[in-house]
């Protein structure tokens, strides 16, 4: 079974950055495309963005583009998402997902990490 | 950007009863539309996908009709643990996009 787990949560500052990672096993990580997917607190789901399998093609919300970067290390089968200059409004439950490509539905999630923003 | 309404935003039913929940994209989506499950405290499952395939493990209560811009998620005859929230989804063009969401309620 695919196991995808997400880990870099945490409280940060408005304006403050941080790094989340998504390591991925049981599946060939590098034929697969990434996305990332957020939820506010009782709120629904965010498509934030994606990654190509080779790492070559990503597209973003318009909500986090320009200050979120979404990558990938095939070699340590993990994807990344760098969160820069971060709102109160990033605040959210961050899930990773697969997909067979870019735009192609999510067939499997991680079961999320937490991001607070808040001084 | 393709906007999802989905309704009812509650829909309250007892087991062995039958749900429909639909799904309105504000322009033609064609098949690229799936649904999914996430039941409290857990992470989204994939449920239906290309507007009719079901994934992997997805019961055939779960069903699925239309396309375009109009969407009808079916489940035939509802379980205890098909209680939770749906969501519809567009894969269709940039950015991919959510519904709203539908509580299934008992």
């Known amino acids: 079974e695919v196991q995808l787990v997400e880990s870099g949560g945490g409280l940060v500052q408005p304006g403050g950055s941080l790094r989340l990672s998504c390591a991925a096993s049981?599946?060939?990580?590098?034929?697969?495309?990434m996305s990332w997917v957020r939820q506010a607190p009782g709120k629904g789901l965010e498509w934030v963005s994606v990654i190509s399998g080779t790492g070559g093609v990503t597209y973003y919300a318009d909500s986090v583009k320009g200050r979120f970067t979404i990558s990938r290390d095939n070699s340590k089968d993990t994807l990344y998402l760098q969160m820069d200059s971060l709102r109160a409004e990033d605040a959210a439950i961050y899930f990773c997902?697969?997909?067979?490509?870019?735009?192609?539905?999510?067939?499997?999630w991680g079961q999320g990490i937490l991001v607070a923003v808040s001084s | 950007e393709i906007v999802l309404t989905q309704s009812p935003a509650t829909l309250s039913v007892s087991p062995g009863e039958r749900a429909t929940l639909s799904c309105r994209a504000s322009?033609?989506?064609?098949?690229?539309l799936a649904w999914y499950q996430q039941r409290p405290g857990q992470a989204p499952r994939l449920l239906i996908y290309?507007?009719?395939a079901r994934a992997t493990g997805v019961p055939a209560r779960f069903s699925n009709s239309g396309s375009g811009t109009e969407f009808t998620l079916t489940i035939s005859s509802l379980l205890s643990e098909d209680f939770g929230l749906y969501y519809c989804q567009q894969y269709d063009s940039w950015p991919l996009t959510f519904g709203g969401g539908t509580k299934v309620e008992i």
């Open positions: 049981v599946f060939t990580f590098s034929r697969f495309a």
């Open positions: 322009q033609s989506v064609g098949t690229n």
């Open positions: 997902a697969k997909s067979t490509s870019i735009r192609y539905p999510l067939d499997s």
């Open positions: 290309g507007a009719s």
